[in-house]
């Protein structure tokens, strides 16, 4: 497809349950970033990928939360052990190279920890 | 580190009249400047952005933001609103080198354009 792609849209999980998220970025697209925006409140950094490369991962709220670009192109970020604070929108975002380029955005996946 | 704040969390207009919508930040080094848009259930979609050049940013949709770097503001403007431009709207800035460009975002102003 043309853009950012997530899955799934939507998900609900009970405390205590692991979660997948799922991001395909823009064929081609080199920097790979996941954002956490909770409700009403702006996106908030969790984690960025060059390539298969993991070079910041200064954002993730605590060791529960994990992400991987194995092969450099669609990225996963896992939840263990949800708790009700981790509901919110995870954003994914894609750019050919980092800072100057457009990074664009996928739809998001909603996480709702019941 | 860099922080940014907008001014407004809620901004309701009319349409057709005109709009601003404030935008501080704050960093020791050079930044790279934007303003997303977000619809309702939707990813954020890139209005404009200022990377280096003339102060005065040209987007989409007929938005305009002036950098003005001795009052660190990054001010959204529009002469004429829509019904459509209702939205949430986002400032963000980033720094290049080791950050790899990372956005660091305000807490967002949502717009609000009534008939």
């Known amino acids: 497809g043309a853009g950012v792609s997530q899955s799934p849209r939507y998900k609900v999980a009970k405390r205590g349950q692991d979660v997948a998220l799922r991001c395909d970025p823009i064929?081609?697209?080199?920097?790979l970033f996941w954002y956490q925006q909770a409700l009403g409140q702006g996106p908030e950094f969790l984690t960025y990928?060059?390539?298969?490369?993991?070079?910041?991962k200064s954002g993730l709220p605590s060791d529960r939360f994990f992400a991987e670009r194995p092969e450099g192109s669609v990225s996963t970020l896992k939840i263990q052990r949800t708790q009700q604070e981790d509901s919110a929108v995870y954003l994914c975002?894609?750019?050919?190279?980092?800072?100057?380029?457009?990074?664009?955005f996928g739809q998001g996946t909603r996480l709702t920890v019941v | 580190a860099q922080s940014v704040t907008q001014l407004d969390s809620q901004v309701p207009v009319f349409e057709e009249a005109p709009v601003e919508l404030r935008c501080n930040y704050s960093?020791?080094?050079?930044?790279?400047l934007f303003w997303y848009v977000q619809y309702p259930n939707q990813g954020l979609q890139l209005l404009l952005k200022?990377?280096?050049?003339?102060?005065l940013v040209k987007g989409i949709n007929g938005f305009e933001a002036e950098f003005n770097k001795s009052q660190t503001s990054f001010h959204l403007r529009k002469p004429s609103v829509h019904i459509s431009d209702t939205a949430e709207y986002f400032c963000?800035?980033?720094?290049?080198?080791?950050?790899?460009?990372?956005?660091?975002f305000g807490q967002g102003t949502e717009l609000s354009v009534k008939p």
């Open positions: 200022y990377l280096s050049g003339s102060t």
């Open positions: 990928f060059q390539n298969e490369a993991q070079l910041d």
């Open positions: 975002a894609s750019s050919l190279a980092q800072g100057r380029t457009e990074a664009f």
């Open positions: 963000a800035v980033s720094v290049l080198h080791n950050q790899g460009g990372k956005l660091i």
């Open positions: 960093s020791s080094v050079s930044v790279y």
């Open positions: 064929s081609g697209h080199v920097s």
